[in-house]
C-alpha cells in the first residue's frame, strides 16, 4: 500500500509539471507539488471486540512514540480548483492487557490476559478542491473520498473461567468514505507560507461504520524556488465499528511532522 500511495503521489505531480505552465496561481499555491516525511507520535488505542476469551476490552493503551511515513501531493487545475492528496500507514506492534466478559449460549464467560499484536492501519484521501481568495490568503473548501483499512493480528493469551490458554487472533477491515476538507494558506514572504487544514470522513451503512477527523498547522520555508522544507503539528482520531459483533477501534495520534517538498 505504501509503494502504491508514492507512486501515485510522483505521477500526480509529475504528470502536471508541463500540463499547467500558464497563469500564475494565488501566492500561497503551487502547480504541482509533493511533500514527503514523517509523522513522529505517541498513539492511543483502544480495542474491544470478541475473541476466545469471550468480549475483550484493552483499555486506553498508550505506546511508544513511533515515526509514521507519509505522503502528500497537490495539482491545480487551472488557477483556483485542483486535487489534494495525503497517505498515512501506522504499522506497529503492541501488547495491550484484556479484561472483559460475554455469553455465549447462555453461559457467562469471563477472562484477563494479554494480547501480543500488531494493529497495520492504512488511511488514504483524495479531494477535489476549491481555492477562494488572491494575493497572500486562500481559504479552500474540498469534497472526495478516503479508502481505510484496519488489520489486527495477534495472540491472545490468559486465564477464561479459571482456566489458562491462548489462541491465534486476526481481524481485517476496509472501507471507502465521503471526505470534507477545509484549508487555508498564507504568504508570509516569497520563501514563507504558513496554513492550516482539517478533514473529517463520515462513513455509514455497509459493513462497519464510523468516522475519522484530523487536522495540521504548519509552516513551510524554501531556501531555493523548488525544495522546501515543512514543519507540521498535526492530529487524527479514528474511531470504527463493525456492526456485526459491535467490533470498536479508536486510535488517536498527534504529533509533529516534518516534510521535504518538492514543487514544479
Do not use: C
Not at 72 to 100: C, E, I, N, V, W
Amino acid at each position: 500500500m505504501s509503494r502504491h500511495a508514492l507512486s501515485i503521489a510522483t505521477v500526480f505531480a509529475l504528470s502536471a509539471a508541463s500540463a499547467f505552465a500558464f497563469a500564475e496561481p494565488a501566492a500561497p499555491l503551487d502547480r504541482a507539488s509533493i511533500s514527503l516525511g514523517a509523522f513522529y507520535t505517541e498513539p492511543r488505542i483502544n480495542y474491544n471486540g470478541e475473541t476466545n476469551y469471550g468480549r475483550v476490552d484493552t483499555g486506553t493503551y498508550k505506546t511508544d512514540h513511533v515515526t509514521l511515513p507519509r505522503a502528500k501531493a497537490q495539482l491545480l487545475l487551472g488557477d483556483t480548483q485542483g486535487l489534494d492528496f495525503d497517505y498515512y500507514r501506522y504499522d506497529k506492534t503492541y501488547s495491550p492487557s484484556l479484561s472483559g466478559s460475554t455469553n455465549i449460549n447462555g453461559q457467562q464467560l469471563t477472562g484477563n490476559g494479554k494480547l501480543d499484536a500488531k494493529l497495520k492501519l492504512d488511511l488514504a484521501n483524495l479531494a477535489y478542491k476549491w481555492w477562494i481568495g488572491s494575493g497572500k490568503d486562500v481559504f479552500g473548501v474540498g469534497v472526495g473520498a478516503a479508502y481505510y483499512r484496519a488489520r489486527v493480528d495477534g495472540t491472545a493469551s490468559g486465564v477464561l473461567n479459571g482456566i489458562a490458554g491462548n489462541a491465534a487472533y486476526s481481524e481485517s477491515e476496509h472501507a471507502y468514505a465521503p471526505l470534507v476538507e477545509l484549508g487555508w494558506r498564507h504568504a508570509v514572504s516569497d520563501n514563507v507560507r504558513v496554513y492550516a487544514d482539517a478533514s473529517g470522513i463520515k462513513k455509514n451503512g455497509g459493513k462497519i461504520h464510523g468516522h475519522i477527523y484530523g487536522g495540521a498547522l504548519g509552516v513551510e520555508w524554501y531556501p531555493t524556488p523548488m525544495v522546501g522544507v515543512v514543519a507540521e503539528y498535526s492530529t487524527s482520531k479514528i474511531s470504527l465499528t463493525r456492526d456485526r459483533d459491535d467490533t470498536d477501534l479508536n486510535v488517536r495520534l498527534s504529533g509533529p511532522a516534518a516534510y521535504v517538498k518538492f514543487r514544479f
